[in-house]
């Protein structure tokens, strides 16, 4: 099979994704071609339609889903013919999935997987160990089972078995969004080089624009199943011919400096049919007119190499993007007046655990102040929230919340333990799993103000819900129809029902997508300050900890490695491993 | 790790063992009238015949003590001897241990060549025609007593169409299998619809993971993609494969007496009858004790088909 230089390895046209038994329409009208060498990433939220855009390019649709469309792999089309596709996947074209720890057959030696997908004949011990070279790990990995490896090495692996029948296409479906920041820079950085070492054309499906730019060549934005924008990554990261990716690149927070507001886009992505015949971002977009909602945009070029489905690209293109404010960076309040929160010299060892989760912490949270604790998994920093609320009992030292002083806060007297639950409330990571399933948000509302000593009626749930940016005929609702920026609202108007003094948040923006991310984060920092409350901002991100809080305790192993303002830490660090966390951050490519 | 997680199992099945060993004992004592009159049976209760069987039995002895010459005597093979026929009760159970065990194997083996094969179709075909048809069958086959099925067989293979023995167990390989076929049928019809079940369910569950996407996107074969499913599945198959072998067990005391075959379950039935304490005592003890190395079994084949449990709870 010889294929020309210019001849794209993998061609896609007009795909349409629906579901056959409703006849719904999920994704529509995406084309892309990648030669041999060139990266394309595909950018987008939630619902925008990338991960099925690869499923049905791979036919692994899951069932009851339909494609339409052409598609050419390595020259031959594969769109009507299932069996010349199954084929082609593993020699020709491969995908490496997001999760390292669900993508690997948990029971089966890594070896053995690896060379499952390896030539007959390949399947030799010196040719996994080279395989596995390749991916930066040393033979005697093949022998151990993938429960006994680590996420980043889970994810090598993943890539190597990706690897194995030599694809010239290799599909990336998130695949380091599961992994901790610097891991996710390793992985990012081995995936780079193979493809680059090897030549081949490659695919990667992010929702992180900053992953997109560092990593590709070109970028094909997706929003609502269609696509906005395809163009050369770095002239889209300079100037975005469509209103999305503009308003995404906005809500990116940047990580030197702080913004007084972060531009987020206001709604949630909707689905392809509710926005048929017109602009799906027309409702969301500051730049929508008559035209936008008289059809559906067609993708037309808009500059060398570029296509954006705007109909207004022209007057976009016309108009520089308004420039965030740069907020003045705060006054560390250190040291005025009693703490908050005060803890000192928490210790947690979890039993069977080879090193403490917490190995003797000191930490200190003032009245209305914002601190953040920074940590990759592992850090200890969910088993410090977890100590504060009771939920976990630490081994030793102690925690003094507004006066009360606890080690565990379950032997405290009833009425005391009380007191502390109502002025410390906690918001989760996963919007899906925090939230009763069965009890509407009113209920779950109304129990919470009766918690906290309110009577919970329904002029307080619509006040509530207002509070937090939410109409109030969401009370009525279950939380399962709700998008996850709608539910992490809700998991903060239960959490902050009762007044709390500090709000812990652990990861609660890390599951959310970037807009909705800057929307949460706008809405805590205005309850921060119309509440006047604290905040405990847990997060592995520190483009999010630049934007939220005032100081920051940078934490590794259960140690606390270095802590201050935030600005100082992250604009100068001293200590070594901050200085690595803060190079992990992908960077665009020059 | 291996070794020290069979031990603690092994020990585990010997206290369930010691403990059950003491409720077997006291039945004796449970069943209704006076001890002395049970183990005399029919003969005559004149005062010399009872006071030889208290004599026999060590009555007068404190009951801890009658309690471990009785465990001693068992744990040497020796459960007495039967009140109906005289004989020892070792080998009354002796001799009819092998048929009750050949039927066993026989019901479990059906029941796995026809349930497992059901139950994989089902989870590959899943919603479509043959799924449903072996759903459908498989809650057919859980509904029908055994003893309900054996006779519906009797009548269709043996009556009507006769191909098959009505009764007894046959002579040599050849006979034993073609009169044991019928009642390992009945005895696996019920099985295989429950192992169909849990079979499709577990394989169900597999093939949505991620790691079934990865090993198709990568282009692997389609039976070792069924291959990584079916191992992950293992467990719980393994899981109802335990409980097909126990139930088939238990299921033969009704289906030997309904194809009049002389193995453990008739003995049961006979002496339970007759109130023959000594051979239900040896028959309790054995069935429990059965039962209990297949759990054993199964433990054991869960550490094999994934290592991960011997490790404790933590799991992903």
Wanted: include cysteine; aromatic fraction near 4%.
């Amino acid at each position: 099979m010889s294929i020309g230089e210019t001849k794209p390895l993998i061609d896609v046209r007009g795909l349409r994704v629906g579901r056959a038994a409703d006849g719904r329409t999920l994704l529509s009208d995406v084309s892309f071609a990648v030669e041999a060498g060139r990266s394309l990433a595909i950018v987008g939220e939630s619902g925008s339609g990338k991960s099925l855009t690869v499923r049905a390019t791979l036919g692994l649709l899951p069932a009851g889903l339909v494609a339409q469309g052409d598609v050419t792999l390595a020259g031959r089309p594969v769109s009507r013919d299932p069996k010349a596709l199954r084929a082609l996947r593993g020699g020709t074209v491969s995908l490496l999935l997001q999760d390292p720890f669900t993508l690997l057959n948990p029971l089966r030696k890594v070896g053995k997987q690896i060379a499952d997908g390896l030539a007959r004949g390949k399947r030799t011990p010196a040719e996994i160990a080279r395989r596995l070279a390749e991916v930066g790990l040393s033979a005697d990995v093949a022998e151990r089972r993938p429960y006994e490896l680590s996420g980043g090495m889970r994810q090598r692996v993943g890539l190597a078995c990706a690897l194995a029948g030599d694809p010239t296409i290799l599909i990336a479906d998130e695949p380091t969004t599961a992994l901790d920041v610097t891991t996710q820079a390793e992985v990012l950085d081995l995936i780079r080089r193979v493809q680059r070492e090897r030549g081949m054309a490659f695919v990667l499906i992010t929702h992180d624009l900053r992953v997109a730019f560092s990593m590709s060549d070109d970028v094909l934005v997706l929003y609502a199943g269609r696509t906005a924008e395809t163009g050369p990554a770095a002239a889209v990261r300079a100037a975005p011919r469509h209103p999305y990716t503009r308003a995404l690149l906005a809500a990116e927070p940047p990580l030197d400096r702080r913004l007084t507001v972060i531009p987020s886009i206001p709604g949630t992505v909707p689905a392809h049919d509710a926005v048929l015949g017109r602009c799906g971002f027309a409702d969301r977009c500051a730049l929508a007119g008559d035209a936008c909602r008289d059809g559906t945009p067609e993708p037309r070029p808009a500059g060398p190499g570029r296509t954006s489905a705007c109909v207004r690209a022209d007057v976009l293109a016309a108009t520089a993007p308004a420039e965030p404010e740069t907020a003045p960076e705060p006054e560390p309040a250190e040291g005025s007046g009693p703490a908050l929160l005060e803890i000192s010299g928490l210790i947690r060892t979890f039993r069977g655990a080879k090193r403490p989760a917490l190995a003797g912490i000191d930490l200190r949270v003032g009245p209305g102040e914002a601190v953040g604790i920074v940590g990759e998994s592992g850090s200890g920093k969910t088993t410090l929230a977890r100590c504060v609320v009771g939920l976990e009992r630490p081994d030793g030292g102690a925690i003094t919340f507004d006066g009360t002083s606890y080690g565990d806060l379950r032997a405290l007297p009833k009425g005391e333990r009380a007191r502390v639950l109502r002025g410390v409330q906690m918001v989760f990571q996963d919007p899906y799993s925090s939230l009763n399933p069965v009890r509407s948000v009113g209920a779950v509302l109304a129990e919470a103000l009766r918690a906290a000593g309110r009577d919970g009626g329904k002029a307080e749930v619509a006040a509530l819900l207002d509070l937090v940016g939410l109409r109030p005929d969401v009370a009525g609702r279950p939380p399962a129809g709700m998008s996850g920026g709608e539910r992490q609202r809700v998991a903060i108007a239960r959490a902050v029902a009762g007044r709390p003094r500090l709000l812990i948040c652990d990861e609660s923006v890390s599951a959310l997508d970037v807009s909705v991310q800057a929307q949460i984060l706008d809405l805590l920092a205005d309850l921060r300050s119309s509440l006047s409350m604290a905040l405990l901002f847990i997060t592995h991100d520190l483009a999010v900890v630049r934007q939220i809080t005032d100081r920051v305790y940078v934490l590794a192993s259960g140690h606390c490695r270095e802590s201050g303002p935030t600005a100082q830490i992250l604009d100068s660090p001293t200590d070594p491993y901050t200085r690595a966390l803060l190079a992990s951050v992908p960077i665009p490519r020059p | 790790m291996s070794a020290g997680f069979l031990a603690r199992r092994a020990l585990g099945t010997l206290a369930v063992l010691a403990i059950l060993s003491v409720g077997v004992f006291g039945l004796l004592y449970l069943a209704p009238g006076s001890v002395e009159r049970t183990l005399l049976g029919t003969r005559p209760a004149s005062p010399e015949a009872l006071e030889a069987i208290r004599a026999r039995y060590h009555l007068d002895e404190p009951v801890v003590t009658r309690y471990l010459r009785w465990l001693g005597g068992v744990l040497q093979g020796d459960f007495g001897t039967s009140i109906r026929t005289g004989m020892s009760v070792t080998d009354a159970i002796g001799s009819r241990l092998p048929l009750t065990l050949q039927l066993t194997a026989y019901g479990t083996l059906l029941a796995v060549l026809l349930g497992l094969p059901l139950g994989i179709v089902g989870a590959f075909r899943k919603g479509r025609a043959v799924d449903r048809a072996a759903s459908v069958t498989a809650v057919a086959g859980m509904s029908a007593p055994p003893f309900a099925a054996g006779l519906v067989l009797l009548m269709a293979f043996a009556v009507h169409l006769p191909w098959f023995p009505v009764y007894g167990a046959g002579e040599g390989f050849g006979g034993r299998l073609l009169h044991l076929t019928l009642p390992a049928l009945a005895l696996a019809i019920g099985a295989a619809g429950l192992l169909v079940r849990f079979t499709r369910t577990a394989l169900v569950r597999e093939l949505d993971k991620d790691y079934i996407v990865f090993a198709r996107a990568r282009g692997l074969p389609p039976l070792r993609v069924a291959g990584y499913a079916l191992r992950n599945a293992l467990i719980p198959i393994l899981t109802a494969v335990g409980l097909i072998v126990t139930s088939t067990l238990a299921g033969t005391v009704l289906i030997e007496v309904t194809f009049a075959l002389p193995g453990l379950g008739s003995l049961l039935v006979d002496s339970v009858t007759f109130k023959d304490m000594p051979v239900v005592q040896a028959l309790a003890l054995l069935l429990t004790l059965l039962i209990s190395l297949v759990n054993l079994l199964v433990d054991v084949a869960y550490t094999v088909a994934d290592p991960r449990v011997r490790f404790g709870e933590d799991t992903r």
